[in-house]
């Protein structure tokens, strides 16, 4: 009776294991090699569950140009999630929202550096406006957080 109960507990702590695993969001991030603020967002999503790999490159608007990131979109670091990408500071329940949702976009980016959002210092000061990053040429907001 004791091992048939450890047997089920352990299956049971198998099977939590691999599905926590399994819940992990691959994402790569391509930054500046001098650029902390982008590294302290690297580690924010892995505080929320994103598997992060960092690419430390001195070609970043050639990373922006080979996604479709235009500089009226740009951000400090170009983030490559599933077949989405993500520009600067994006907090991380808009990007559960892209990811859940699944819209027909190339991303979405939340430009420049803002004060307050994830990765930087200083406080939020107005609701971050995030745009998606599509083939129109007028900006389309996706969510404002």
Do not use: W
């Not at 430009?111 to 389309?140: L, Q």
């Amino acid at each position: 009776m004791l091992a048939k109960a450890f047997s089920i507990l352990v299956l049971a702590l198998i099977s939590t294991t691999g599905a926590s695993a399994a819940e992990r969001v691959a994402a790569t991030l391509f930054k500046n090699p001098q650029c902390g603020c982008c590294e302290q967002y690297a580690n924010y999503l892995r505080q929320h569950d994103y598997a992060v790999k960092v690419v430390e490159t001195h070609d970043l608007s050639l990373i922006k140009k080979q996604h479709g990131v235009s500089e009226k979109f740009a951000g400090c670091h170009t983030t490559l999630i599933g077949k989405y990408v993500v520009e600067g500071h994006v907090p991380v329940g808009t990007l559960d929202r892209l990811l859940r949702e699944r819209p027909d976009i190339r991303g979405i980016s939340l430009p420049g550096m803002p004060e307050g959002s994830p990765g930087m210092s200083g406080r939020k000061a107005e609701p971050f406006t995030i745009y998606e990053i599509g083939d129109d040429a007028d900006p389309r907001v996706y969510a404002v957080e």
